[in-house]
């Protein structure tokens, strides 16, 4: 697991001051959405070995939620940017 | 493979250079009555209890790497029934019971050791919890002692009991537990279950799962298609990776977990210590060696190590409450894939596809629960019924709203 990671906020950070939320890759379901969304999207997960995206919380730093993209298998970081950035990216 | 008194003179007398092996290398046959994918502890278990218990010995285990190289070789080697929640306490007691009946069953010497397992409390809050955990065991019929102050520091007076943030108060004790020899587990399971007929392979990776009107027929391998008539999964950490062959989508996140193991020392720690100031536990190895680890590093990982940061708060953990591991030297740290659920607690379950059989989701619980994950498992399969033990750990009680959180942490598989 890479010890560093880039904040776009912050610069480079030891990971520890991030708190890890899982799983990106989905968006939340509309709140009258089918009980199956909400459970898949509550308790499903890929689990993807090798490339994954995941909310970071930068708690002992900007306190920014952030999306890492990072790989399961050989710990590389990819990219990090931020998750309102990232919604933005997702929208359009 | 036999092993008598007479056997290891005879052995020696030749040099040690006639052992033969415990058990067979058989290549796959075309069809099996059942195929478990996962050769670690849970799948040789169930292999084990399918053909000794259940009378289904037409039985392959298959296994990607050699026998024992996941979990059951990487585990802490803990083994306890002193969970509070009722849907797992009595399948964990299920456990114990079959832990202690264990070397006679399988007539090999998985060096289970009683020696108890005591969980420290720093706090009149943490007390609270700890009655009420030892009351809820008590409730399923397992034993449960609660260990004062003055009692803890005569029987482990080295721990750092005034220690100004988590001063030790006493402790939760369930004398019954202890740890057994991981290895052996799995070494005698897999022996036990070869002599029933039970053909173990190893080193064959299971690669798809052939399915025709919605049932599975077989598993493509790296030695080729082998036929089922029912299919079991017991891949711990690549559980989501094997399921996926099949379209499961299941609720697991695999994490790593790290272990640690110190130069050898004489006997100095008699029972296995949980630490409630984070978490932390630590037990003395038969080799002398002090096992211990902590949680999860907390990111999804299926690398077969951890983070050096993680490795430091262990350490820290290990020092606050023993000072004097600060002169032991560790040795070895190694990693093992968790298959984390959703809850903190296992899934022994039917699936959507009718003969396909799931058991996954051990978090870093596995080791004690391999005899009757086992158990339930061949149970379940080889009756398609759920044992009573396993009946709160389905795979649809996420949807039902009948999650069994013992730590209370909600759906985040990383807290559990």
Known sequence: ?92 | MRYSAFSIVRNALSGNLNWKPQWRQPQPKSHYDVIIIGGGGHGLATAYYLAKEFGVKNVAVLEKGYLGSGNVGRNTTIVRSNYMLPGNEPFYEFSMKLWEGLEQDLNYNVMLSQRGVIMLYHSDAQRDAYVRRGNAMWMEGVAAELIEREQLKKMIPFLNYDHARYPILGGLLQRRAGTARHDAVAWGYARGADRHGVDIIEHCEVTGIRRENGIVTGVETTKGFIGCGKLALAAAGNSSRVGEMADLKLPLESHVLQAFVTEGLKPCIDHVIVYGGGHFYISQSDKGGLVFGAEIDGYSSYAQRGNLATAEHVMEEGVTMIPGLARVRVLRAWGGVMDMSMDGSPIIDRTSIDNLYLNCGWCYGGFKATPASGYCFAHLIARNDTHPVARALRLDRFARGYAVDEAGAGPQPNLH
């Open chain 1, 1 to 92: 697991m890479a010890s560093l990671i880039t904040c776009p906020h912050c610069g480079l950070r030891p990971k520890e001051e991030f708190a890890i939320r899982g799983d990106a890759s989905r968006g939340r379901p509309e709140p009258m959405d089918s009980d199956e969304a909400w459970h898949d999207y509550v308790y499903v997960r890929a689990n993807p070995r090798g490339r994954t995206l995941e909310h970071w919380h930068h708690v002992a730093g900007c306190r920014r939620f952030l999306v890492v993209e990072r790989d399961t298998a050989t710990h590389e970081v990819y990219s990090v940017v931020d998750a309102a950035e990232f919604a933005r990216r997702a929208a359009q």
